[in-house]
């Protein structure tokens, strides 16, 4: 079994900033990839950010706002998100990419969710 637990989302006013947390547990050999999606009311779940460990990508829109981060001894990926707008209104999920034991398929497994507001 492996978990993602997610935390660190809450309401906050345009401008402002929140990080979020993403912690795996569980039968783990080795992570790969670990992202950030959002998805909006009405609208499709889309990559916000995501790091192979050599490289990260983020959506045009988060760019020089968004900073994706991982701590590899600890599971856990981050996501610093600063001058917050309204439109980054949304729940965020984390996804990681596991290998739970050695010559095993990767997995990728998701997190439950954490909802993310920006409204003055």
């Known amino acids: 079994q492996v978990q993602l637990v997610e935390s660190g989302g809450g309401l906050v006013q345009p401008g402002g900033s929140l990080r979020l947390s993403c912690v795996a547990s569980?039968?783990?050999?080795?992570?790969?990839?670990m992202g950030w999606y959002r998805q909006a009311p009405g609208k499709q779940r889309e990559l916000v950010a995501q790091?192979?460990?050599?490289?990260?990508d983020y959506l045009d829109s988060v760019k020089g706002r968004f900073t994706i981060s991982r701590d590899n001894a600890k599971n856990t990926v981050f996501l610093q998100m600063n001058s917050l707008q309204p439109e980054d209104t949304a729940i965020y999920y984390c996804k990681v990419k596991i290998q739970r034991i050695v010559g095993s398929i990767l997995t990728n497994y998701w997190g439950q969710g954490t909802q993310v507001t920006v409204s003055s």
């Open positions: 790091t192979t460990g050599d490289s990260t």
């Open positions: 569980g039968s783990i050999f080795r992570i790969y990839d």
